[in-house]
């Protein structure tokens, strides 16, 4: 089968377009014929090995320990484990694995479910990890209510269009905050609000928020901070800006430090995909709550493409991959 394979760190370079053996499925897994992935901000981590903290955590010292890339996939049930209950040959699917960008992908059954009916595979591809990192986020961590004034920046990000809706799912009252072309792009999702970035330092902004979601990583804790009330929660998504080293974790640890000593909730975000909250996703977007946004489609052949177009940082929702 063809498969995307890097066997070093480096650029979109290092990524190889090559046929490799089926994965051999065990026997809880599923053997899905893939037919779309997505593509993340974790994926260009793991491709770059950056922050070198990746590599210490588990994810390779010298080379990647995994050698496909890609966690989020849609396709058919191509064969069942003997322990399998749940899928048969044929069923549409959507969920998380390891080596998504390949024909074929070895997925766990708990990972997995069935598609959204009102979805394609390609949307369906766009949905579960940002989904996760959203609703965990919004739900978990900032313990959102109905109500609650929410501030989402990176509105228009692969997390971001997710939380969106997720917090409007909830009863908040949610402002965006998004570059000029992507402004109403976000206010379909549901955004009261939108402010524009480029137009001025939103975080001067006399409006106090009861969560303060941050998707971007781009501004200092402090700026974040004065943008929320007494009480209130701030929540960092994602590890980006930093150093080579710790990366966008060196504000995690700030806020871990500081978060003792202030009135604030100052709370970092690691997603857990898991099963049941992948149900709740599914059942969101099939009442017509949720919905992804597709920034581009790239042909499998094409992923290292893909991964400069991210690099680019002017996506807008997801980027999926079709095989």
């Known amino acids: 089968m063809k498969a995307i394979v890097q066997s070093m760190y480096g650029s979109a370079d290092v990524l190889e377009f090559v046929d490799i053996d089926r994965p051999v499925i065990g026997d809880s897994d599923v053997l899905v014929r893939v037919h779309a992935a997505s593509l993340h901000i974790g994926d260009w981590h793991v491709m770059t090995g950056l922050p070198y903290m990746l590599r210490i955590v588990g994810f390779g010292l010298r080379t990647p320990n995994i050698r496909v890339r890609g966690i989020d996939v849609a396709g058919t049930v191509e064969l069942v484990g003997k322990n399998v209950s749940q899928f048969r040959t044929g069923d ?63 509105a228009s990000g692969g997390v971001g269009v997710f939380a969106v809706q997720i917090a409007k799912s909830f009863g908040a009252h949610v402002t965006g905050v998004c570059s000029t072309a992507k402004m109403e792009m976000v ?70 430090v500081i978060a003792p000593f202030v009135g604030q909730k100052l709370r970092p975000l690691s997603t857990a995909p898991n099963k049941k909250d992948l149900l709740l996703v599914k059942d969101l977007i099939e009442s017509g709550k949720l919905m992804p946004v597709i920034d581009r489609t790239f042909a499998l052949k094409d992923v290292r493409d893909a991964f400069r177009h991210l690099e680019q940082g002017n996506v807008c929702g997801k980027i999926v991959i079709k095989v």
Do not use: M
């Open 187 to 256: 206010r379909s999702l549901g955004a009261d609000v939108v402010v524009d970035y480029t137009t001025g330092d939103f975080t001067r902004s006399t409006q106090r928020y009861d969560i303060v979601l941050d998707t971007g990583g781009n501004r200092s804790l402090g700026d974040l901070r004065r943008l929320l009330g007494p009480g209130g929660t701030l929540v960092l998504v994602g590890a980006e800006g930093g150093n080579r080293l710790l990366g966008g974790a060196s504000k995690w640890i700030h806020a871990l």
């Open 92 to 154: 549409a699917v959507f969920g998380t694995c390891e080596g998504a960008f390949a024909e074929y992908t070895r997925v766990p059954e708990k990972n997995l479910a069935l598609k959204p009916a009102n979805l394609s595979l390609e949307q369906a591809a766009a949905v579960p990890t940002s989904a996760f990192a959203a609703l965990q986020a919004l739900r978990d961590r900032g313990e959102i209510r109905p109500g609650h004034s929410v501030l989402i920046v990176g």
